[in-house]
């Protein structure tokens, strides 16, 4: 059986361009799910894959990020497939499924996946150490404006902009950030700038945070 794995980081990210390449791919069950690639334990969606999957069956995914963020994870989740007896197959990497010895194709699949993983490793440090660059210099200029807040009353996106407002509108009205997250489906770090903001303008009245916070209010 072929089975896919999509993921996204974030709520606001879209899962469509992952699963249509899936689908292409003559996928026939996706697990997918929105959230940080930081821990492979707090990825609900990954550990049902993991645990559905069986002999002779192919775990697709669209590139190799998407299933880890680093060598030592991406190395577990693939020796996981391999001791189901499933094999795993990244669409931004070469296809061995046309060579015939079954041992011949596990040593080309599993010598081709370390150069990737340690590429794709590198490359992500790389891009961070040219962002923090580029960061220090903007500083140095006077010119860095930080990362653009998406959820703002004058997002340029309508989408962004009534969530915000609903938002605002809930924590007002008593509203936990668990609630506002299960209405919204928005972010907690958002949802606390937000909050935070309203409390330092005197728009929200100060809490101390209950256990309840987190639950949602439920006891």
Do not use: C, W
Request: no cysteine.
């Amino acid at each position: 059986m072929k089975i896919g794995y999509a993921r996204v980081s974030s709520t606001e990210q879209n899962l469509a361009r992952q699963i249509d390449a899936l689908q292409k791919a003559g996928v026939e069950k996706i697990f997918q799910e929105k959230v940080s690639g930081a821990s492979i334990s707090a990825r609900p969606q990954l550990q049902a894959m993991l645990s559905f999957i069986r002999e002779k069956d192919t775990v697709y995914v669209l590139s190799l990020d998407r299933l880890g963020r680093n060598s030592k994870d991406l190395s577990n989740i693939i020796q996981q497939i391999s001791d189901s007896g499933a094999t795993f197959q990244s669409l931004d990497l070469p296809d061995f499924a046309a060579v015939q010895d079954e041992n011949l194709r596990n040593m080309l699949t599993s010598i081709l996946l370390t150069v990737f993983k340690y590429q794709a490793e590198a490359e992500r440090k790389n891009i961070r150490e040219r962002q923090a660059e580029g960061i220090r210099l903007a500083k140095q200029r006077g010119v860095y404006k930080g990362k653009p807040v998406l959820y703002s009353p004058h997002s340029p996106n309508p989408r962004y902009r009534h969530a915000y407002k609903e938002t605002v509108r809930m924590l007002r009205s008593g509203a936990t950030a668990a609630q506002v997250r299960r209405e919204l489906g928005i972010s907690m770090n958002t949802i606390y700038r937000i909050k935070s903001e309203l409390t330092a303008k005197g728009k929200l009245p100060q809490k101390k945070p209950t256990e309840n916070d987190d639950l949602g209010g439920v006891k």
